[in-house]
C-alpha cells in the first residue's frame, strides 16, 4: 500500500526525535482526552466547539502516525467501501454548482471519517478504555434522563408544541423534552438518546458476566429510565428506532445466555412487554402520539415529510449519478428550486434519500455496503462466540440499528451529537472484529 510506503520513510526520518520525545510517547493520552471530550461536549456545547476536539483528535493522530514506529494504515474489507463512498463524496464536491457551500459539508464529512480513523487507532492500542469509552456514553445518557424528568415536569411549554393539535383533545398534548443538546429540539434529543440507550447496558451485561448480580439491578433501572426519556420526547421516529432496538436486543441477548437463564429472561421480557402496552393504552397523550404514526396524509407532521419526499425524490431524478454536493446550506439552496409552495425543509427527513441526493446513487451504494459488512461481521461473531467482546458488539450492533431506522423519517443522524456516536460504535465494531 502507497501509504504505509510513505509512512515507513516519515516515520524511519523522525525516529530519533520520537525516541526523545515524552509527548510523543504519550500522545494516545492527548488523542484520549479529546474523544472523551467530544463526549461530554455533545451534551451541552455548540456543533463548532464538539468538532474542534474531534480535529484536534485527528490532528494527534495524524501526527502518531507519521512519527510512531510501525504504525500502519490497515483496511478491513467494509474500510474499503467507505473510502469508495469518500471519493464519490469528493466527485460530488467537485461537480457542486455550489461549490464553495458544498465545500463546507465535505469539511464536515471528512472531519467525522476522520475522527473515525482516529478512534480506531486510539482503540486498537488502548483496548482497556473501550469500557470507560462505553461507560462515558451511558453516564450521558443518565445526566440527560434527570434533566428530561425535570423538564417533563416543569411543562417546557415554550418548544413542547411541535405536535399537531388540531385533531387533540388538551389531554392528548404531550410536553415534548428537548435536554441540554444545542440546538434544543426534541427530535434531535430523542435520536441522540436512542444511540446511546445501549450504553447503559455495560452496566447490567458485565456485572451478570462477573456474578454482581445486584449490581446488574442498578443498570437495568438506568436502562428503562433511559428509553422512559426517549418516550418523553414525543419523537415518534426514536419510537420506531427504540421499538426494532428492543426486538433486536431481545434476540442477541437469548442467543448469548446460558440455558439456565433464558427462561427467566424471556419472563421478564414478558412482563415488560405487556408494561409497556398498559401505559400505551392507559396514557392518552402517549396513545395519541403512537397512533398519529399511522395517520399518514392525516397527521400535519407526516404530510409534511411526503411533500418534502416527493420534492427530494425530484431532486434525486435530476442529479442522480454525482448528487448536488454534500452540506445542509448546498440544500437547501437547491431544494428551494423543487419545493413546494409553503414547504420548505434543512434537509430530506430521510437519511438514505439525503445521501442519493448529495453525493448520487453510487455514494449511497457504498456507504450502505459499508454499513452492511459492518454489522454483518460483528453478528457474525456475536452469534458464534459469547465472550466479553460479544457484549460490546450488541451494543454497537444495536445502537446502529436504532440510529438507521431512525434515519428513514430523519435527519437529526447528521447532527454532531449523533454522528460522532455513530462512528463511535463503528470503530468498536472495527477494532473487536
Known amino acids: 500500500m502507497f501509504a504505509n510506503i510513505v509512512l515507513e520513510k516519515l516515520q524511519r526520518f523522525f525516529r530519533p526525535v520520537y525516541n526523545r520525545s515524552f509527548v ?113 456514553l451511558g453516564l450521558s445518557a443518565l445526566s440527560q434522563v434527570f434533566v428530561a424528568i425535570h423538564q417533563n415536569f416543569l411543562s417546557v411549554s415554550e418548544i413542547s408544541g411541535w405536535q399537531d393539535m388540531s385533531r387533540l383533545n388538551p389531554e392528548e398534548v404531550m410536553t415534548r423534552v428537548y435536554g441540554t443538546l444545542k440546538p434544543y429540539n426534541p427530535n434531535l434529543f430523542g435520536g441522540y438518546m436512542l444511540s446511546v440507550l445501549p450504553a447503559t447496558l455495560i452496566a447490567v451485561f458485565l456485572p451478570i458476566k462477573n456474578r454482581h448480580y445486584k449490581t446488574s439491578i442498578f443498570g437495568i433501572i438506568c436502562f428503562i429510565m433511559t428509553a422512559a426519556a426517549i418516550v418523553m420526547t414525543g419523537c415518534r421516529g426514536a419510537y420506531i428506532g427504540l421499538f426494532f432496538e428492543l426486538i433486536l436486543l431481545t434476540v442477541l441477548t437469548y442467543r448469548i445466555l446460558k440455558p439456565l437463564y433464558k427462561r427467566i429472561f424471556m419472563f421478564f421480557t414478558g412482563i415488560i412487554s405487556a408494561l409497556v402496552f398498559f401505559f400505551v393504552v392507559i396514557i392518552p397523550r402517549l396513545r395519541a402520539r403512537v397512533f398519529s404514526i399511522f395517520a399518514l396524509r392525516d397527521d400535519s407532521s407526516n404530510s409534511f415529510r411526503f411533500n418534502v419526499y416527493h420534492s427530494c425524490i425530484q431532486m434525486f431524478k435530476d442529479n442522480w449519478l454525482l448528487g448536488i454536493g454534500c452540506g445542509n446550506q448546498n440544500f437547501r439552496e437547491i431544494y428551494g428550486l423543487y419545493m413546494k409552495t409553503g414547504f420548505d425543509a434543512l434537509s430530506a427527513y430521510n437519511i438514505y434519500l439525503e445521501t442519493a441526493v448529495e453525493s448520487g446513487i453510487f455514494a449511497l451504494i457504498s456507504f450502505l455496503a459499508f454499513l452492511y459488512q459492518t454489522i454483518l461481521q460483528a453478528v457474525k461473531y456475536i452469534l458464534k462466540k459469547h465472550d466479553i467482546k460479544s457484549i460490546y458488539l450488541i451494543i454497537a450492533v444495536v445502537s446502529l440499528t436504532g440510529m438507521l431506522i431512525h434515519g428513514f423519517v430523519d435527519t437529526v443522524f447528521f447532527r454532531p451529537q449523533i454522528q460522532f456516536v455513530f462512528w463511535i460504535m463503528v470503530g468498536i465494531i472495527r477494532v473487536l472484529v
Open 24 to 136: 510523543l510517547q504519550k500522545i494516545d493520552c492527548a488523542i484520549g482526552v479529546c474523544i472523551f471530550g467530544v463526549i461530554f461536549l455533545s451534551l451541552f456545547a455548540q456543533s463548532d466547539n464538539i468538532g474542534y476536539f474531534a480535529i484536534l483528535a485527528v490532528f494527534f493522530t495524524t501526527v502518531k502516525l507519521v512519527t510512531k514506529p510501525d504504525e500502519k494504515f490497515l483496511m478491513s474489507r467494509a474500510d474499503k467501501f467507505l473510502l469508495v463512498y469518500f471519493v464519490f463524496v469528493l466527485i460530488s464536491l467537485a461537480g457542486s454548482s455550489l461549490f464553495y457551500l458544498s465545500l463546507k459539508g465535505f469539511f464536515k464529512t471528512l472531519t467525522y471519517i476522520g475522527f473515525y480513523i482516529s478512534f480506531i487507532n486510539y482503540l486498537k492500542d488502548n483496548r482497556y478504555m473501550l469500557r470507560y469509552i462505553i461507560l462515558a
